[in-house]
């Protein structure tokens, strides 16, 4: 070991591979994004052999495929593909993920927990055949701004707290996706600054809307349709203060006591609470919001005058409320105001 430089030829292979891997053009998929290559190929496999035509080990070449300059993925764009085959857990690892689009195919097993994806901005999985959702999926995820899930068959699950962690959530749609329990009380203004759309229709929740809605910035609320023997329940007076709203389908559950002043709601348009339990007179200042232009109000047990809503407003109260007329703004007998002022200081009960 005296010949000085025999140190050097010692080295030398090592310095040219570094060399080489450093210049060799397809080194992303092989060094720098190694755990990307694993995913990609991992996913290749499992959404169906060459169901996309993707070939060799450039996953950035893919079709569908989006790579930062450093050969990480950003976007997969899979929507619409008549994929059958399942996702892979190893999608978690791709650490620069952004966007997943897995939209509108026939995709099965278990939804991948992709918890801790900090950059993930965007999944669109709806209308697929996946059989679960995992309860961590939220967790760590900072970046979400929109998910929707819609129309898939999972056991049944609920919404977890850790959906809090998704502080930056604009859009969330679970229509369809078999979730019970109760909505949780998370929906404060200072947890999700920017939500806008609250979309939970066709599920199994039950009892009642949460207190933390009086302060949320929820502009499009849809719960209709809940499918259990439970359905959502109690009153809707928190309504009165969500005053971001300009669409509210609550039809179709069980809920119950009077129709609040929605004074401060001045954007909302559209009202839909048909098929609920909802007793005592309509509040004369929703015949004045100049915003709305449809309301359902069929098959509830309101009371007093049927309510006289402005021309071009689109009403459905045809049937089963227990309006003093049938004729809209006709008030009722000197008599039925009385009992029925009598009622109103006991919150309008169903039975009186
Ligand atoms: C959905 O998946 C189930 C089993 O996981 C299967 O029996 C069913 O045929 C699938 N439906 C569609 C439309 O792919
Ligand atoms: C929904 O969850 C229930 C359990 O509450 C389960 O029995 C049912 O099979 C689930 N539905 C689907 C479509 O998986
Ligand atoms: C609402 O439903 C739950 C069960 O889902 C029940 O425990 C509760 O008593 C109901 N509340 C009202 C006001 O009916
Ligand atoms: C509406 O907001 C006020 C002020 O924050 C609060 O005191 C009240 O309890 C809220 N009412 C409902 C029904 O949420
Ligand atoms: C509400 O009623 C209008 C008028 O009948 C109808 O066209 C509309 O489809 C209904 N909307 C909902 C959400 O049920």
């Not at 409320?321 to 039925?336: E, L």
Request: hydrophobic content about 35%; glycine content about 8%.
């Amino acid at each position: 070991m005296k010949d000085p430089h025999l140190g050097f030829w010692v080295c030398f292979p090592g310095v040219l591979l570094l060399f080489f891997s450093l210049y060799s053009p397809s080194a992303h998929s092989q060094s720098a994004g190694g755990d990307d290559g694993a995913a990609m190929e991992a996913l290749s496999k499992s959404i169906g052999p060459n169901s996309l035509g993707w070939s060799g080990t450039d996953y950035c070449n893919w079709g569908q495929v989006s790579c930062t300059k450093d050969g990480k993925v950003f976007k997969i764009q899979l929507g619409n593909q008549k994929l059958t085959g399942t996702l892979p857990p190893e999608i978690q690892k791709l650490s620069n993920l952004q966007q997943l689009e897995v939209q509108n195919n026939q995709l099965t097993g278990p939804f991948p927990s992709l918890s801790g994806l900090q950059p993930l901005q965007v999944l669109l999985a709806h209308d697929n055949n996946f059989s679960s959702f995992p309860s961590d999926f939220f967790t760590g995820l900072t970046s979400l701004d929109s998910i929707n899930i819609d129309h898939n068959p999972f056991a049944a699950w609920q919404i977890p707290d850790t959906l809090k962690d998704a502080t930056a959530l604009r859009e969330f749609s679970a229509t369809e996706t078999n979730i019970t329990g109760r909505i949780p009380d998370i929906f404060t203004s200072s947890n999700f600054p920017g939500l806008t759309e609250l979309h939970l229709a066709f599920n199994y929740l039950e009892g009642e809307l949460p207190a933390s809605f009086s302060s949320s910035s929820i502009q499009s609320l849809w719960l209709n349709g809940q499918q259990g023997t439970n359905r959502l329940n109690g009153t809707i007076d928190v309504l009165q203060n969500m005053t971001s709203l300009r669409e509210v389908w609550l039809h179709g559950n069980f809920f119950t006591g009077p129709i609040p002043d929605l004074l401060k709601l001045g954007s909302l348009t559209t009202l839909s609470l048909r098929d609920n339990k909802l007793t005592g007179v309509v509040p004369a200042s929703l015949l004045n919001l100049k915003s709305l232009t449809s309301v359902n109000l069929t098959n509830n047990m309101l009371q007093g005058p049927m309510p006289k809503f402005g021309d071009g407003i689109q009403v459905d109260m045809t049937s089963q409320n227990s309006f003093c007329s049938d004729k809209p703004g006709v008030d009722c007998d000197a008599r039925v105001n009385i009992l029925l002022s009598v009622v109103k200081d006991m919150g309008y009960p169903t039975r009186v």
